[in-house]
């Protein structure tokens, strides 16, 4: 059955030139992904059942590899990084929703203004903004010259290298891009199903609880998402501001590919880190499932 348009025309059938240059251009990023991302990944899942050689893999099929990531100083580091990514990414929340709220409804004209201030620093160098932080934290830094002037700490101040300075540094890192998409989701809310329920008799709360919360499940997804996954693979800010005590999988990977060379207990590792990607986009899936945009 053939569509028809508003004219009671059919539309017309496309030149077999342009089909074929749509096809093209489709080919190109799925060419590009199959070699870039597929591939390697297929070799990482082959490798973690391979036995492992120094420098190199027997291709074969053993568990070994996964019952050696899944036990010890292995398994500590991971369920280390699982929490750290779910705490930093919640507190990543707890920080953006007042923000993005603030700025999407009573920023006025200045929340482009809001926005650009907010995302300057993120297009910023990564190692340089994280490398701040030591200088920041150090013993005798401005955090601790801060915190004595306020009364709020007494003597030299401890973080570095200790997961709270971990926690700062990510919650720092990650914190812009957990405002955009919350902003964009609050922002398109209509504001008169806002008023319809404090006209209903609602309070701030129930209506926040009621109406713009359940609404912001999009954005919440979406700030955990960008937030999360990249959290489970960290490497840069555990290694500067953490220390020997905050130590991730990213960098347990890195050292077992790069200096231990032990490729089949690293891919091992690489794995497990992709899985516990896959639960938190599919616990989002679940989240937002059902969802249905409200118009103005």
Wanted: charged share 10%; proline share 5%; glycine share 8%.
């Amino acid at each position: 059955m053939t569509s028809a348009n508003k004219t009671g025309q059919t539309p017309s059938k496309r030149a077999p030139s342009a089909r074929v240059s749509d096809h093209l251009f489709a080919a190109i990023p799925t060419i590009w992904l199959a070699l870039f991302f597929l591939a390697p990944l297929g070799f990482t899942v082959v490798y973690s059942f391979g036995n492992s050689l120094f420098g190199a893999v027997e291709l074969g099929f053993t568990l070994k590899n996964y019952q050696t990531a899944l036990s010890g100083f292995y398994l500590t580091t991971f369920l280390r990084t699982v929490q750290f990514a779910v705490t930093a990414s919640a507190l990543c929340l707890v920080v953006a929703f007042p923000v993005a709220y603030f700025i999407a409804r009573k920023a006025g004209r200045f929340r482009t203004l809001a926005l650009v201030l907010i995302l300057i620093p993120y297009f910023s160098s990564f190692l340089v903004r994280v490398m701040s932080w030591q200088i920041l934290l150090a013993r005798g830094g401005v955090v601790e010259v801060i915190l004595n002037f306020l009364h709020l700490h007494d003597g030299p101040l401890d973080l570095l290298d200790t997961k709270t300075a971990v926690f700062i540094g990510m919650v720092y890192a990650y914190l812009p891009i957990a405002i955009v998409p919350l902003f964009v989701v609050l922002d398109r809310i209509p504001g008169p199903l806002l008023e319809a329920s404090r006209d209903l008799g609602a309070s701030r709360f129930q209506t926040f609880w009621a109406v713009t919360l359940p609404l912001a499940r999009p954005g919440i997804a979406t700030a955990v998402l960008l937030t999360a996954v990249p959290m489970l693979g960290e490497m840069v800010i555990p290694k500067l501001l953490g220390g020997s005590r905050g130590v991730l999988m990213g960098q347990a990977i890195s050292s077992q590919y790069l200096q231990s060379q032990n490729y089949a207990l690293g891919s091992a590792m690489a794995v497990l880190v992709l899985i516990a990607v896959a639960v938190v986009v599919a616990a989002l899936a679940r989240l937002t499932k059902g969802f249905a945009e409200v118009s103005a």
